[in-house]
């Protein structure tokens, strides 16, 4: 028993003392479409989440993998029916520590979005419903900067654009280019 309970305080006291130098985060954010485009024009965020890992530091870098997901709503309340816009985002990472204290934490990634959209609502005749979805992908790059205000606990601002495959779509920004800013706060393990 005594065995236990000093296990568990070395692992508490180690995982206060390198909380901010830990190799995972996890964030909680609020996604906001930006720009005149297809996301920005129809979709207001709701919520977004994200996990990052890094596995390997060649100082002052990090570099590690990350996944983040977002949920956007209909922004267009007149009509009967709802669309909903699920994104995810795996991605390649780099955070940089420029400063001596380790606070300001600038980042940059690259990976593939996947963007689900789900639509339900009264057919063109008015009288069932219709149900549609649709997953388009493309290239994502992200940059943000997080603050440590504490030793677990930072607050970030991130800024991602996505490159949609065009597809069936004409091949114009406002088909293709998503933009969407980002704040929120996190917790280092």
Not at 71 to 81: A, E, F, M, R, W
Not at 103 to 128: C, H, M, T, V
Request: no cysteine.
């Amino acid at each position: 028993m005594k065995l236990n309970l000093l296990i568990i305080a070395v692992t508490l006291i180690s995982i206060k003392v390198y909380s901010q130098n830990s190799n995972f985060s996890i964030d909680l954010h609020y996604p906001v479409p930006i720009d005149n485009n297809f996301v920005g024009e129809n979709f207001n965020g709701i919520v977004g989440l994200g996990a990052d890992y890094h596995f390997l530091e060649f100082d002052p870098a990090k570099v590690g993998i990350s996944l983040n997901g977002g949920l956007l709503t209909d922004n267009n309340q007149s009509g009967p029916g709802n669309s909903t816009l699920v994104i995810l985002q795996p991605r390649a990472v780099a955070e940089l520590d420029l400063t001596s204290n380790g606070k300001i934490r600038p980042y940059i990634g690259i990976g593939y979005s996947f963007l689900f959209f789900k639509a339900d609502g009264l057919d063109s005749n008015q009288e069932g419903v219709s149900r549609i979805s649709d997953t388009e992908s493309g290239l994502n790059i992200n940059g943000g900067v997080s603050f440590n205000f504490t030793d677990r606990f930072f607050i970030k601002v991130q800024y991602d654009y996505i490159y949609l495959s065009p597809g069936e779509a004409q091949d114009i920004k406002f088909n293709t280019r998503v933009n969407i800013f980002k704040a929120g706060f996190g917790f280092r393990f």
